[in-house]
């Protein structure tokens, strides 16, 4: 699938629920929608078994796309504890399986995205989730983490321009 | 170094500053001290680089004596967000360094241990540090996160007996 001209980016959103992903390639200033999807342990699953699971569903994307760059979405301050650890988790996971194959791995911020994505730093979910659409010329919008992905990814495209 | 009778117990006492390990084969009623060390990044390294340093760390240790089992310092509450979040990472890391490896992870938490090891869910540290010297007959107590994770790793075999 990396076949082709330009730089392949995967975007991550991470979750222990769900994790959500999408490709990009960045052809010059053209930003060219590749594939997106969800990485989703099965409900019921014990907590560590998710947590791997979900490093074999990026090994596997990272594996099938071969992406020149992960961009992960960063996170300063969780709503709790609880949530932090959960999330902790999942991105270190992500980090081990990017690591594993030699991707390097960039990370934004939620608002960092937002703005990079619809010039607004405060911008609401759904006018991302449009402005993804819209730039990668998709049909309808993506499904919630599947586009927040995608929206870390043209952030990253955009920082390499 | 997994040549040799009896059950091979890997410990990890997870920390993004210090990740403690500690191996011990448990031969019959017999725990004999393998080996322990500590999994330390460089002061100063970047913090995505931390956890990929101890994933590899946890590979690396993985790959050097074979063990059979792994057992991982659970945690159900942190002190805030913030820690919880490192340590979540530092968790996700050496879940899926085991993952990667096929090594069954147990987890117990840290009152869990210190019953286990000395019979009292609310002994103090050196309480632990001093019995897990005792019970592997070591000469001096070994370096503070090594020795948690051999508690650790005792814990784990206790419960296999």
């Known amino acids: 699938m990396s076949a ?22 960045k052809e010059g200033q053209r930003m060219i929608h590749v594939d997106n999807g969800l990485i989703m342990p099965p409900a019921g699953m014990d ?13 596997d994307t990272i594996d099938a ?3 020149h760059h992960l961009s992960l979405e960063d996170i300063f301050m969780a ?12 991105r270190g996971a992500v980090i081990a399986a990017a690591f594993l194959r030699g991707v390097p791995v960039a990370q934004y911020t939620a608002s960092h995205v937002k703005q990079a994505v619809t ?12 402005m993804v659409r819209v730039i990668l010329g998709l ?13 870390n990814a043209l952030t990253h495209a955009f920082t390499l321009r």
């Open 4 to 25: 082709g001209p330009g730089i392949l980016i995967l975007g991550i959103d991470p979750g222990s629920i769900k994790t959500g992903w999408g490709v990009i390639r």
């Open 119 to 130: 010039g607004n730093g405060r911008a609401e979910k759904f006018q991302i989730q449009e």
């Open 47 to 59: 907590f560590k078994d998710r947590v791997a699971f979900i490093f074999k569903g990026v090994l």
């Open 79 to 90: 709503k709790n504890a609880q949530s932090a650890l959960k999330l902790g988790h999942v």
């Open 139 to 151: 049909r309808e919008i993506a499904q919630e983490d599947a586009s927040d992905a995608l929206a």
């Open 65 to 67: 796309f071969a992406p």
